[in-house]
């Protein structure tokens, strides 16, 4: 079959990917052979793929592909997320520009828009996920807000209620007002700003003097109850039962006392405004203190606030400040940095706000989500992540759990006349329920509650919800067949900036409806920055389009480039160069490819050097396997991707298949043939879960070249397995790469050919049946063992072995010296650390034998190659004088 000379992967992909789906490769029900599961992290509706995307995907693609080759039922659950905050904002947008505003519709109407608006954009990533190669099970996709998933999330509700855990309360929480809804600590960003603090006049009440206290908030004044001094603090015990008019309103309020006021801080006076401060709301409860909230949904002054109603909250505090100033009540103002809380949805500053919310009780919830990690049933990776998790879960504060926003499952509780209210799923059933209480209740006077659950309130049933929502709030029933097969999942690929709201949380709901693990491990990606260390964003304009970066590498190359630079829990620092080479490790095992296709092969006898070089190779093969296997136990992904890279690039192509290859015109033995072949699968089936498109093209071609109808698709094949493999064969080729390194350096250095035939003579320990190797690999025309040293001739050293090439009159004496005295340098300075390692009674004595074994040898090899340096330094001192 012929092939084309350039690999083309825009023609490739989409051929391969739609082979794949014909087929069902990626689709996978219970049966007998061993679940390996992963749960997407969904991501939201309103989302188009991003680099990160990009990173989190691959790397599970990377684990399920190798596991569908491992023998496992590998199932990869796909879904989205409805995103209650940030889909209720696009579709807002998208209303405003039609002229429609969402006060103006009902609850049904703007759903009808909301549905339309998911109907049309919602499935775009998960279409981008293909390009990338993702292997899912599309026939699974769930969609948080799916019927059955939004019941479960119904029923959960229901029964954290039933059970004590979830109840209705005033407190302080982060209220957003673009989205207009309350926020999770969790969902809050803190940011170090820019910020004034503002030295204010309050006048004593029957005296002709001030109180002054430094406030970043002036707008908030009007909110103020009290003024709040430590006891200890000498400067103000006059003000003991003293009372302040609060500036511009001079409304009274009293001058209390509590050790919470640092001293050091601005004045050592501070103002106490319950409504608009979470630790003066603490204050205010201690002391019984009113509540004035000024600020409403919108960010704005409102009619408490007495002057400035209806103005923004930043507005309002420039207007302030200027009506301080007039009327002499500012002091002075000072440049000051203060940590501020930001939605992480809109980015809108956040306004602590006393609100009527729903929470979820987590204190008692939490410990055995904490305990699964703390005994290492779920493993964390990196395990640096620990200690974070650890300090959330043992600080753990109670969820709000409500959302004022109509996209979402909404909250089933359900309001008499009274105020008073019953939780229930439908309105019959809570008419049943009313009853019990109040028998003269009419369903028509009862009242659902308006707001939505947290979208984290049905993500954190996930790996539940995807196989059997009908155990969600009823952990009783035992579960279908998907659930009892696929769960507990195995890896969960993750960011770190949610373990506490998501993957926490997720433990906490397995454990509570299934009694068990929802994973067994969780990696933690890294943040893909660019090459300055900035975060990649629109605004910066420095992330680059994931489907233009497939389109010109390839989907294979970005897969590869963004792999090569990732470690779990590092950030990655992109660049083009990275996607680069990954594009050209495709090309090269492309042009490998069509290498082994050229070849006329026949039924001669096997040269020496092709069956000492795959015997060589065999060994490598088995030695780097070996290490790849370890490295994914580990989850070190990027580095066993770049033991395959190596092991192709170097082993395979820039030695093996160098070795091997016949001469031009003449053919290659077909014992070498089919052993190379051999070795190719080999390598073509490890590079696919990195790599999957390249990968099944070859392997289709080779089969239809080879009559292997059986085999449709190289991810059903399985992984070859390492075995052992001769140590010294491998040493032996590392020593012989040495050699043929310097013999190439030497050449590029003199200017030589490298078709210009060379002799070599080595003084040392070297088995002259390697020589039909160096030969062919390094154009020599001799080889020879020698006891003495040779004239003229430039030397260098591999191990305690000599090699000298005859130059005759090429020879500089000079630069000859110079390189052995860099050489001589290089190994005095390494033999001085072996040296402290082995002058370590520690090292020596804890450390395994065979290690120390290893660095008593590396100490012999270096005194050896010293002495023999110095001989030869000696000897040409000896020659130039």
Not at 56 to 72: C, E, F, P, S
Not at 221 to 239: F, G
Not at 612 to 622: D, L, Y
Not at 707 to 712: G, P
């Amino acid at each position: 079959m012929e092939i084309t000379a350039k690999y083309n992967p825009v023609e490739v992909e989409d051929r391969l990917y739609a082979y794949w789906l014909q087929n069902g490769f990626f689709n996978s029900d219970p049966d007998e052979r061993e679940p390996y599961t992963i749960v997407i992290p969904p991501p939201n509706v309103t989302g188009v793929l991003h680099m990160g995307h990009m990173l989190n995907n691959t790397i599970q693609d990377v684990l399920v592909r190798r596991a569908r080759m491992l023998g496992k039922n590998a199932c990869w659950v796909p879904g989205t997320d409805h995103a209650s905050i940030a889909t209720e904002a696009k579709v807002v947008a998208k209303l405003r520009e039609q002229g429609i505003n969402k006060e103006q519709l009902t609850r049904s109407q703007f759903l009808k828009y909301a549905w339309e608006w998911k109907e049309k954009h919602g499935g775009i990533i998960l279409e981008q996920l293909k390009k990338l190669g993702a292997s899912c099970d599309w026939r699974r996709t769930c969609f948080t807000m799916d019927e059955k998933l939004s019941e479960a999330v119904i029923d959960t509700f229901i029964y954290l209620y039933n059970k004590g855990l979830i109840y209705r309360g005033v407190r302080m929480i982060n209220w957003d007002t673009v989205s207009k809804t309350a926020v999770s600590d969790e969902e809050v960003i803190h940011k170090e700003i820019n910020s004034k603090l503002y030295y204010l006049s309050y006048p004593v009440v029957g005296e002709n003097a001030n109180l002054t206290i430094a406030t970043t908030r002036p707008e908030t004044i009007m909110a103020d109850v009290a003024i709040c001094i430590n006891p200890n603090d000498k400067r103000y015990s006059r003000m003991k039962g003293k009372k302040v008019y609060i500036p511009l309103i001079n409304k009274e309020i009293p001058v209390i006392f509590d050790e919470y006021v640092s001293m050091d801080f601005g004045t050592g006076c501070l103002k106490v405004t319950p409504a608009h401060d979470v630790n003066d709301y603490a204050l205010g409860i201690k002391y019984n203190l009113p509540v004035i909230d000024i600020i409403d949904n919108d960010g704005r002054l409102n009619g408490k606030a007495q002057i400035l109603v209806g103005e923004d909250r930043f507005e309002a505090r420039k207007k302030i400040i200027k009506m301080l100033d007039d009327a002499g009540l500012l002091v002075k103002t000072e440049d000051y940095k203060s940590t501020v809380g930001f939605s992480e949805r809109t980015d809108a500053v956040i306004e602590p706000k006393l609100s009527m919310q729903w929470f979820l009780k987590m204190e008692e919830l939490s410990k055995p989500a904490l305990d699964y990690v703390l005994n290492g049933e779920i493993k964390l990776i990196p395990d640096k992540f620990k200690n974070t998790y650890k300090y959330w879960m043992e600080n753990v504060r109670d969820w709000c759990i409500s959302r004022q926003l109509w996209w979402g499952q909404r909250i089933p509780a359900w309001y008499l006349p009274d105020g008073n209210f019953v939780v229930a799923k439908t309105v019959d059933e809570a008419f049943t329920l009313a009853q019990k209480k109040y028998k003269n209740v009419k369903i028509n006077e009862l009242r659902q509650d308006e707001d939505v659950v947290d979208t984290w309130f049905s993500s954190w049933l996930w790996p539940v919800s995807v196989f059997d929502p009908s155990v969600c709030g009823h952990p009783e029933i035992k579960g279908n067949a998907d659930l009892n097969y696929y769960y507990p999942t195995n890896d969960l690929v993750t960011a770190p900036e949610i373990l506490f709201f998501w993957v926490a949380r997720m433990i906490i709901a397995g454990h509570e409806f299934r009694g068990k693990i929802p994973f067994s491990n969780v990696y933690l990606t890294g943040i893909v920055r660019d090459k300055q260390g900035r975060k990649m964003s629109k605004s910066l304009g420095n992330s680059p389009d994931p489907l233009k970066l497939i389109e010109q590498y390839g989907a294979d190359g970005v897969r590869t480039g963004m792999l090569l630079c990732s470690s779990a829990g590092n950030d990655i620092l992109y660049d083009n160069s990275q996607v680069e080479q990954g594009r050209n490790f495709c090309n090269k095992i492309w042009n490998a490819f069509r290498l082994m296709k050229s070849w006329n092969i026949e039924q001669i006898p096997q040269p020496d050097y092709a069956e000492k070089a795959t015997k060589w190779f065999n060994s490598q093969f088995n030695k780097t396997l070996k290490n790849i296997y370890d490295n994914f136990d580990k989850y070190r992904i990027s580095e066993a991707l770049m033991d395959a890279y190596k092991l192709f690039w170097d082993d395979f192509c820039a030695y093996y298949l160098e070795i091997i290859k016949p001469a031009y015109g003449s053919p290659l033995d077909k014992s070498t043939y089919t052993e190379t072949l051999t070795f190719f699968e080999n390598l073509l089936k490890i590079l696919h879960p990195f790599m999957p498109f390249i990968t099944e093209e070859i392997w289709l071609i080779l089969n239809k070249d080879n009559n292997k109808k059986d085999q449709k698709t190289i991810m059903l094949a399985l992984q070859p397995k390492p075995y052992g493999f001769d140590a010294k064969t491998v040493d032996t080729f590392d020593h012989l790469k040495d050699i043929i390194i310097n013999i190439r350096a030497l050449r590029q250095n003199k200017n030589m050919s490298p078709k210009q035939n060379m002799e070599l003579f080595v003084k040392g320990n070297f088995d002259l049946s390697f020589a039909s190797i160096l030969k062919k690999m390094a154009n020599l025309s001799k080889v020879e063992k020698i006891e003495n040293d040779i004239e003229n001739a430039s030397s260098f050293m591999v191990g305690t072995n000599e090699y000298y090439i005859p130059l005759g009159n090429r020879i500089n004496i000079a630069e000859e010296m110079e390189k052995l005295k860099k050489e001589l340098e290089y190994t005095e300075g390494f033999l001085s650390v072996v040296n402290k390692k082995l002058n370590n009674d520690k090292f020596v004595n804890s450390a395994p034998a065979n290690v120390v074994e290893s660095e008593r040898k590396k100490q012999s090899d270096a005194e050896s190659k010293i002495k023999i340096l110095e001989e030869n330094i000696a000897r040409l001192q000896a020659n130039n004088l």
